[in-house]
Nanobody
């Protein structure tokens, strides 16, 4: 499965962005999907994940209450709505597909290219 993330950009603190992750090659409905991010000089970190049918979600404490993950299996697309953005949310955001909802990057077998999110103060 090929994944492509898009929707990043430059936004002021307090603003919102919605990232999308479009899949091709195979349907994503069989996979849990996750979002991760990596800031310069830091390790890749978990942001959020959603189960194959969307019934189970998980969020990092740092984004809980501000980010919402969702998916539309008919469109083979996963989203993350990011509200109340903070400068510390600045990072390259990656989407990934894997067998289960987990916070561990190595358990996701498929990755898209990243999309840059920059939040100015």
């Amino acid at each position: 499965v090929q994944l492509q993330a898009f929707g990043g950009g430059l936004v002021q603190a307090g603003g919102s962005l919605r990232l999308s992750c479009a899949a091709s090659g195979r349907t994503v409905s069989a996979y849990a999907m996750g979002w991760f991010r990596q800031a310069p000089g830091k390790e890749r970190e978990f942001v959020s994940a959603i189960s194959a049918r969307g019934g189970n979600t998980n969020y990092a404490d740092s984004v809980k209450g501000r980010f919402t993950i969702s998916r539309d299996n008919a469109k083979n697309t996963v989203y993350v709505q990011m509200n109340s953005l903070k400068p510390e949310d600045t990072a390259v955001y990656y989407c990934a597909a894997g067998p289960v909802v987990t916070t561990t990057p190595s358990l996701f077998g498929y990755w898209g290219q990243g999309t840059q999110v920059t939040v100015s103060s």
